[in-house]
């Protein structure tokens, strides 16, 4: 009996030992896992978004995306993808097949519109461009996830822009562009608005651009005095003529478009953490300092947070509200 019970207790002593090991051992591994970079996705030509200038790398994205890392106690990894990929597929796929492939563990700048998250259209798909990647075709399909996104932290809205020959005028509403040329570019959703706004009462008043045309060249040179296109268009094309003469009308367009971060589904951890940190980079004005330094309009996210899909005739008829 005292042989057993003297075993039993060294048992208890030696497996106090293995727990204490195992606490430590595990107690390490998260904090491992808490100093892993934070990679986030983003794509290379998108000003006032993130662009780079050879080993510069700048825009609103960028330097929110450095914060977030901060707030997180991470290191931040940028992967820079190309976005010529993104004119042909809406970004939609390839920033998936970036995530589902691993690259990145967050993607930044993404549209939180709800047909594009989920549950992917496609189970398979290559990644968009990036240092180091093989041609198009000698990459590999990979199997896509399910996204989820971020909580909104600014969102996009089409404007008014007006030029020169505008004046003084404010635009506070469509009513008020009586009289003004405007300039349309074919095909754009602006131009489809002026054009058939109250059954065409503008048509005589515009003057059609061909979609490969920027309006806002013709707006600056006259000739035309007013366009209606989106908000951060303007920003970019400042950055590319800083004495331009182009300012911002009043009118913003009810149909806005949060942007955000998206993740796979299985990431949600992370994002939940991302989340904590964009309230608190916004709440403290964080945000809007960024966007201030980064020559960006902010403005602020919109309720729903994820828009509902939308017809091309639904954000027309919401022209007239």
Request: glycine share 8%.
């Amino acid at each position: 009996m005292k042989y057993a019970l003297r075993d039993t207790t060294e048992s208890r002593r030696l497996a106090g030992r293995l727990l204490a090991a195992a606490t430590f051992m595990v107690a390490g591994l998260h904090a491992a896992e808490a100093r892993e970079p934070l990679r986030v996705c983003m794509p290379e030509d998108t000003p006032p978004y993130s662009w780079k200038v050879k080993a510069d790398e700048r825009g609103f994205d960028v330097q929110l995306a450095r914060a977030v890392a901060t707030r997180i106690d991470r290191d931040l990894i940028l992967f820079w993808y190309d976005n010529d990929y993104d004119r042909e597929s809406d970004g939609v796929i390839g920033v998936n097949a970036l995530l589902s492939a691993n690259l990145c563990d967050i993607a930044a700048g993404y549209t939180l519109y709800a047909p594009t998250l989920g549950k992917p259209a496609a189970p398979f798909a290559r990644t968009p461009g990036y240092r180091g990647a093989k041609p198009p075709r000698q990459r590999p399909w990979i199997p896509l996830g399910t996204l989820v996104a971020s909580s909104p932290y600014h969102s996009a809205a089409m404007a008014v822009i007006l030029g020169p020959g505008a004046g003084e005028r404010t635009v506070e509403s469509l009513a008020d562009l009586e009289g003004l040329r405007l300039g349309t570019v074919a095909g754009s959703m602006g131009g489809t608005i002026l054009r058939t706004w109250q059954e065409g009462r503008y048509l005589k008043q515009t003057v059609s651009l061909q979609s490969t045309v920027d309006p806002l060249d013709g707006l600056n040179r006259g000739q035309f005095d007013a366009t209606l296109t989106d908000v951060h268009s303007l920003d970019t094309w400042r950055l590319a003529h800083p004495d331009g003469k182009l300012r911002l009308g009043a009118y913003r367009h009810p149909a806005r478009f949060n942007l955000g971060y998206v993740a796979l589904a299985n990431r949600q951890a992370l994002l939940d953490q991302v989340n904590q940190a964009l309230v608190a980079l916004t709440d403290s004005g964080e945000v809007q300092r960024i966007a201030e330094a980064t020559r960006m309009t902010w403005l602020a996210p919109v309720e729903p947070a994820i828009q509902a899909e939308l017809s091309l005739p639904a954000v027309v008829k919401m022209s007239t509200q």
